[in-house]
């Protein structure tokens, strides 16, 4: 009963929704149909979400206008390419959605302006001045009134058409991140002196008459919500601050984001979805984990306390105690969770049988969603390879039950072990150390990889629900393997640190060791390595208090991982200089003798302080004992950094599609 209070319904304009969560908004990307419909990927993906109880269902970004900045199909859906089509596809989706007692919104974009990345060569993006785009240097187009009158017209037109396709209303995208309208509606961005410029209330003319215009067609009891940022976080052009820095606001500020939300209610908005940040400073509309979990809850309840209307906060609140606090106090209405839907989408149905144990947790990593869309161009998760492929990769039981040996009790081990118990195997697991999670029990040693060890210890909680076999503190050998008697062999038995000799051996250490605890490196170290888990190890050594130099052999850092998404390594980036981190790029370390590390640098010899030196130059596959067995029988396998040393999304979907074959 701690949670009855995200279970009590809630009203929006005279929509009651079922409970207070709401999936937000991600962008559709891979969803849309080279029409503007939804494809099947896409509308199995949102059943999934009202499947699990989810409340309100709101889509990703779909574009109602087309001609101004001019999409590429198939990508993202859209009413307006082809309604008919549109109509067509969504409505089987809204259909679906309706019979498990959700709602579902179509957020709707009135354009993307100096933040468009598409447009065709010669053409410039479009904003509200001549300002700066955000990825070139190129100044934009300033919309003109007769082109900005016509998105308002194709957003109303959308908005009728989702209507039409059994949409429940529809969420405007957006006065948030730094999207056109957000353009706007700040100073920053906006230099017109017609009547779309100059004061507050002109400046949010264009969100005013793209909400008056929907209400016309549709009625005005038809909800229109609006994405709503009510602080920017933007210090100057590109250039964006961290969380607690002292600095002046060249965005949007505090008292005029409580302002513009008083005036949006006045437009006739019935509901603030806030977050708060734009593209200048990526990392607070999509919070990596190095941002604190739910960070946007006291812009929320700022912007709840000066307006009538329901707010939704998000932004990393996958804490149902913390959830259930931010309703209760009146901090917001209905709680909005995005990756951790992805991660699982029966969350609220968990959570409403009391379950939380056997939710799946998000990792805030953005690999397999915003990392893969940037990259690929198709949502999914790293925790959930089934995301976005819910049809094509539901697990079916197996025919025959068969045993299956696991050797590695990482996370490809886990989940394969998870996977292929599911379906009805026998399974056991041999695991050498005395606990299973392989590294995610040395990365989530920082704070802000808590969710590392949470996932570690679902996978417990799965396989021991399962009756899994699982034999700790046990090596795997070819001899305890041939007494199992097994048809599969998978071999996840995950990869080992490089190191190279470097001088005084007895004060150079591994990461796992300095993570774990088994050896200090002293006040002054030394990290060789700028990938990702030199680069975080870095800045867990620094938030303790010392000195801390970076060496790594490239031109820059975080070069060699991926799909990394720019929130994360942007923030990452400015972590590390923030905390005083010296980093020395294109350089090699020589040599240490105990007190100093020489390094060679294009610019001469460097001479660096060192207590105590760490080694991340990167893993090999651990794959010997797959060597030993893969001739003869049982059937053997290798999966995860045994196989291809990369990263947990790539260890938890080779187990997922290996294991859901077997």
Same mark, same amino acid.
């Given at each position: 009963?701690?949670?009855?209070?995200?279970?009590?319904?809630?009203?929006?304009?005279?929509?009651?929704?079922?409970?207070?969560?709401?999936?937000?908004?991600?962008?559709?990307?891979?969803?849309?149909?080279?029409?503007?419909?939804?494809?099947?990927?896409?509308?199995?993906?949102?059943?999934?979400?009202?499947r699990?109880?989810?409340?309100?269902?709101?889509?990703?970004?779909?574009?109602?206008?087309?001609?101004?900045?001019?999409?590429?199909?198939?990508s993202?859906?859209s009413?307006?390419?082809?309604?008919?089509?549109?109509?067509?596809?969504?409505?089987?989706?809204?259909?679906?959605?309706?019979?498990?007692?959700?709602?579902?919104?179509?957020?709707?974009?009135?354009?993307?302006?100096?933040?468009?990345?598409?447009?065709?060569e010669?053409?410039?993006?479009?904003?509200?001045?001549?300002?700066?785009?955000?990825?070139?240097?190129?100044?934009?187009?300033?919309?003109?009134?007769?082109?900005?009158?016509?998105?308002?017209?194709?957003?109303?037109?959308?908005?009728?058409?989702?209507?039409?396709?059994?949409?429940?209303?529809?969420?405007?995208?957006?006065?948030?991140?730094?999207?056109?309208?957000?353009?706007?509606?700040?100073?920053?961005?906006?230099?017109?002196?017609?009547?779309y410029?100059?004061?507050?209330?002109?400046?949010?003319?264009?969100?005013?008459?793209?909400?008056?215009?929907?209400?016309?067609?549709?009625?005005?009891?038809?909800?229109?919500?609006?994405?709503?940022?009510?602080?920017?976080f933007?210090?100057?052009?590109?250039?964006?601050?961290?969380?607690?820095?002292?600095?002046?606001?060249?965005?949007?500020?505090?008292?005029?984001?409580?302002?513009?939300?008083?005036?949006?209610?006045?437009?006739?908005?019935?509901?603030?979805?806030?977050?708060?940040?734009?593209?200048?400073?990526?990392?607070?509309?999509h919070?990596?984990?190095?941002?604190?979990?739910?960070?946007?809850?006291?812009?929320a309840?700022?912007?709840?306390?000066?307006?009538?209307?329901?707010?939704?906060?998000?932004?990393?609140?996958?804490?149902?105690?913390?959830?259930a606090?931010?309703?209760?106090?009146?901090?917001?209405?209905?709680?909005?969770?995005?990756?951790?839907?992805?991660?699982?989408?029966?969350?609220?149905?968990?959570?409403?049988?009391d379950?939380?144990?056997?939710?799946?947790?998000?990792?805030?990593?953005?690999?397999?969603?915003?990392?893969?869309?940037?990259?690929?161009k198709?949502?999914?998760?790293?925790?959930?390879?089934?995301?976005?492929?819910?049809?094509?990769?539901?697990?079916?039981?197996?025919?025959?039950?068969?045993?299956?040996?696991?050797?590695?009790?990482?996370p490809?081990?886990?989940?394969?072990?998870?996977?292929?118990?599911?379906?009805?195997?026998?399974?056991?697991?041999?695991?050498?150390?005395?606990?299973?999670?392989?590294?995610?029990?040395?990365?989530?040693?920082? #704070?802000?990889?808590? *969710?590392?060890?949470?996932? !570690? =210890?679902?996978?417990?909680?799965?396989?021991? /629900?399962?009756? &899994? @076999?699982?034999?700790?503190?046990?090596?795997?050998?070819?001899?305890?393997?041939g007494?199992?008697?097994?048809?599969?062999?998978v071999?996840?038995?995950?990869?080992?640190?490089?190191?190279?000799?470097?001088?005084?051996?007895?004060?150079?250490?591994?990461?796992?060791?300095?993570?774990?605890?088994?050896?200090?490196?002293?006040?002054?170290?030394?990290?060789?390595?700028?990938?990702?888990?030199?680069c975080?190890?870095?800045?867990?050594?620094?938030?303790?208090g010392?000195?801390?130099?970076?060496?790594?052999?490239?031109?820059?850092?975080?070069?060699l991982?991926?799909?990394?998404?720019?929130?994360?390594?942007?923030?990452?980036?400015?972590?590390?200089? #923030?905390?005083?981190? *010296?980093?020395?790029?294109? !350089? =090699?370390?020589?040599?240490?003798?105990?007190? /100093?590390?020489? &390094? @060679?640098?294009?610019?001469?010899?460097?001479?660096?302080?060192?207590?105590?030196?760490?080694e991340?130059?990167?893993?090999?596959?651990?794959?010997?004992?797959?060597?030993?067995?893969?001739?003869?029988?049982?059937?053997?396998?290798?999966?995860?950094?045994?196989?291809?040393?990369?990263?947990?999304?790539?260890?938890?979907?080779?187990?997922?599609?290996?294991?859901?074959?077997?």
């Amino acid at each position: 009963m701690q949670y009855h209070t995200l279970f009590e319904p809630v009203t929006i304009a005279n929509l009651e929704l079922s409970n207070r969560f709401a999936l937000c908004a991600m962008g559709p990307v891979g969803l849309g149909d080279k029409e503007g419909g939804f494809t099947q990927r896409g509308v199995d993906y949102y059943v999934e979400r009202a499947r699990g109880g989810t409340g309100l269902i709101i889509t990703g970004v779909t574009h109602a206008a087309n001609n101004v900045e001019v999409h590429e199909y198939p990508s993202t859906p859209s009413a307006t390419v082809n309604p008919a089509h549109f109509v067509r596809t969504a409505r089987e989706m809204t259909e679906r959605i309706h019979a498990y007692g959700s709602s579902i919104f179509l957020q709707l974009s009135a354009g993307f302006g100096r933040v468009f990345a598409e447009m065709a060569e010669g053409e410039p993006p479009v904003s509200a001045s001549p300002i700066q785009s955000r990825w070139v240097d190129e100044a934009c187009r300033p919309l003109t009134v007769d082109e900005i009158a016509d998105i308002v017209r194709q957003c109303g037109e959308a908005a009728g058409i989702a209507k039409e396709a059994g949409f429940d209303g529809v969420q405007i995208h957006a006065v948030h991140e730094g999207y056109l309208l957000d353009q706007f509606a700040i100073a920053f961005f906006n230099q017109r002196d017609d009547k779309y410029g100059g004061s507050l209330e002109n400046r949010l003319r264009f969100a005013r008459e793209v909400c008056e215009e929907i209400k016309r067609v549709c009625g005005d009891d038809y909800p229109v919500t609006v994405r709503y940022s009510p602080k920017s976080f933007i210090k100057d052009w590109r250039e964006g601050a961290l969380p607690g820095e002292v600095f002046e606001e060249k965005g949007r500020d505090v008292a005029e984001g409580v302002e513009a939300a008083r005036l949006l209610e006045t437009y006739g908005y019935d509901a603030l979805d806030v977050d708060v940040g734009c593209y200048d400073a990526w990392w607070w509309n999509h919070p990596p984990m190095y941002q604190e979990k739910g960070l946007y809850r006291p812009y929320a309840k700022l912007v709840k306390e000066a307006v009538g209307i329901p707010v939704i906060c998000a932004g990393r609140m996958d804490d149902p105690v913390m959830a259930a606090a931010a309703v209760a106090d009146g901090t917001c209405d209905i709680v909005g969770l995005a990756r951790p839907l992805l991660a699982d989408p029966d969350y609220v149905n968990k959570l409403r049988a009391d379950d939380t144990a056997a939710i799946r947790p998000c990792l805030s990593c953005h690999e397999g969603c915003l990392g893969r869309m940037i990259h690929y161009k198709n949502i999914s998760c790293a925790v959930n390879p089934a995301c976005a492929r819910e049809r094509y990769a539901r697990l079916v039981p197996a025919l025959r039950r068969k045993k299956v040996v696991v050797a590695g009790g990482g996370p490809a081990g886990m989940e394969v072990a998870r996977v292929c118990a599911e379906r009805g195997h026998e399974v056991v697991v041999f695991e050498a150390k005395s606990r299973l999670g392989g590294n995610l029990v040395p990365g989530g040693v920082p #704070s802000f990889k808590e *969710d590392d060890h949470a996932l !570690a =210890a679902w996978y417990e909680e799965q396989l021991r /629900r399962l009756g &899994v @076999d699982v034999r700790l503190g046990v090596h795997a050998t070819v001899e305890e393997i041939g007494r199992e008697g097994c048809d599969h062999l998978v071999v996840a038995t995950g990869s080992y640190a490089k190191t190279f000799p470097l001088g005084e051996v007895s004060r150079v250490y591994t990461a796992e060791d300095v993570l774990m605890g088994v050896s200090d490196p002293g006040s002054d170290v030394v990290v060789i390595g700028g990938g990702l888990v030199g680069c975080e190890l870095v800045l867990w050594l620094a938030q303790q208090g010392r000195h801390v130099s970076l060496v790594e052999a490239l031109d820059d850092i975080l070069k060699l991982n991926g799909p990394l998404c720019p929130s994360n390594f942007e923030m990452l980036r400015l972590l590390l200089a #923030s905390s005083g981190v *010296d980093i020395v790029t294109k !350089a =090699a370390a020589k040599a240490f003798d105990g007190k /100093r590390v020489l &390094v @060679d640098t294009p610019e001469g010899e460097r001479s660096l302080a060192a207590t105590g030196v760490v080694e991340c130059v990167g893993y090999a596959s651990n794959d010997s004992l797959y060597e030993e067995c893969r001739y003869g029988s049982p059937a053997v396998h290798k999966i995860g950094d045994a196989r291809t040393v990369a990263n947990i999304m790539n260890a938890i979907w080779d187990a997922y599609e290996l294991g859901s074959s077997l």
